[in-house]
């Protein structure tokens, strides 16, 4: 009888507990000092948000001032979206302005880490909206911040660190649903859709143009959010109203939507993320992922699938593995992800194949396991993917599962294997999805 290796490989057990021990993933709640008053004296100042704050990784955006470099005049109210630029509402309904100020030093909405990206930006302003309730309606809120740098440059890595907070989010249970660049409106902009389950779905659009930079944060609970479309849309009104104070010889604002994307700060490894994991259970801990790993000898997480990378001539072999940290799950719960470059698109299509053959005859090599049929999940528009579901009997009356599936993107190849255990597990449809995924993030790897 074989035991799965998935057990003994995924994370040495030194290492495991090493990182269950060392990662503490603190989700902040602030409830104060979200904006301080602007305008005539004695103005209220905004309350923060009620909701969790981002990431567990740190950015300090720099903001230096060179000696040509001019202070931007101060930003007006004027120059924020009105309630007329954002998504539309149902008939019946209407948005209404909220507060208007000065961000505060905390995080103002869900992932972000800090009031303002580019600490060194001496003008900011953030204005809050709210939707006219109605019976049956889902509810509705939305915040637009602006930044105003003094250079493009720091404008710049501004936009970058508030595309990485929500890229690199680590609020348990919330996912990146989708992402899209947006082509035609300002320098840069993207549209991020995030759900959290239970819980409210946020779509969020950033924006850089000149010194300028904006975000639009629309929150929904009780229904579906609004299109990425239409907060690209806003997006564009806001970049074109900051166009006279932003310092861009242009200002292009024809939202055209391409699917793409993001990475967090620092990562490029082409492995999924945190934020790309869909909550387990009721699991009320966020994922966790290790440091991306080269490997330089093949480690196949469960002894069915014999998928040597390294020997068929993959470069670039990495692995990385996700948990939960401080849910209480047994030890053998995790989810590894190992990816490879193979020198053709031909090698790579071979390789799968080559998995697919093993997986199909390991019950006759390992006659504890039992593996049920293949899911092909790839189609029209996807990657080509496949998806596996398996039991190994390790004692008389005790089994382990897993769920192996491999997903291939040009010349690259990805194998993702889930150790669940009662109470953390992923139906088919979200392991499937997750595939597709980790094929994305094979495929933006590529382009960069």
Do not use: I, K, N
Not at 54 to 77: E, F, I
Not at 340 to 366: N, Q, T, Y
Request: positive net charge; glycine residues 12%; hydrophobic residues 40%.
């Amino acid at each position: 009888m074989v035991a799965p290796q998935g057990t003994a490989r995924r994370v040495r057990p030194a290492v495991r507990h090493a990182l269950v021990g060392a990662v503490v993933v603190t989700v902040v709640v602030v409830l104060t000092g979200v904006l301080t008053s602007t305008g005539r004296r004695g103005r209220d100042s905004l309350p923060a948000e009620a909701t969790p704050s981002g990431s567990a990784r740190t950015t300090q955006p720099a903001a230096t001032r060179s000696p040509s470099a001019t202070v931007p005049p101060a930003l007006a109210p004027a120059a924020l979206l009105g309630p007329g630029a954002l998504p539309p509402l149902r008939p019946g309904r209407s948005w209404r302005v909220g507060r208007t100020g000065t961000p505060g030093p905390g995080p103002a909405t869900v992932c972000r880490q800090a009031g303002r990206a580019d600490l060194g930006a001496p003008s900011a302003l953030v204005r809050t909206f709210v939707a006219t309730p109605r019976s049956g309606a889902p509810a509705r809120t939305a915040v637009q911040g602006v930044e105003l740098s003094v250079t493009a440059a720091a404008a710049g890595r501004g936009y970058r660190t508030t595309v990485g907070w929500y890229a690199g989010c680590r609020v348990a249970r919330l996912q990146l649903v989708d992402a899209r660049v947006v082509r035609g409106v300002g320098a840069r902009a993207r549209v991020l859709t995030l759900r959290r389950e239970p819980g409210p779905t946020y779509v969020v659009g950033v924006a850089r143009g000149g010194r300028a930079t904006t975000s639009v944060l629309v929150t929904t609970v009780g229904g579906p959010p609004p299109p990425a479309a239409a907060v690209a849309g806003s997006l564009a009104g806001a970049v074109a109203r900051l166009c006279d104070v932003s310092g861009a010889a242009r200002c292009p604002h024809r939202p055209r939507l391409v699917p793409g994307l993001p990475s967090p700060v620092g990562e490029r490894s082409g492995l999924l993320v945190a934020v790309d994991l869909p909550p387990v259970g009721h699991v009320a801990r966020p994922w966790v992922g290790t440091r991306p790993v080269t490997l330089h000898v093949d480690r196949p997480p469960v002894a069915c699938d014999r998928a040597g990378f390294v020997t068929s001539g993959a470069t670039g072999v990495r692995a990385r593995t996700f948990l939960v940290p401080g849910a209480g799950l047994p030890v053998r719960f995790g989810l590894t992800e190992t990816a490879a470059r193979f020198p053709s698109r031909r090698r790579a299509g071979d390789a799968l194949s080559g998995v697919r053959r093993a997986v199909a005859g390991c019950h006759r090599r390992h006659l504890a396991t039992t593996v049920g049929p293949e899911r092909r999940v790839g189609g029209p528009g996807r990657h080509d993917a496949s998806a596996w579901d398996l039991t190994t009997r390790v004692t008389g009356s005790s089994t382990v599962r897993f769920r192996l599936g491999l997903v291939r993107a040009g010349s690259r190849v990805a194998e993702l294997s889930l150790s669940p255990v009662e109470g953390a597990d992923l139906s088919s449809a979200a392991f499937d999805a997750l595939l597709q995924r980790a094929g994305d993030r094979l495929a933006a790897s590529g382009r960069s």
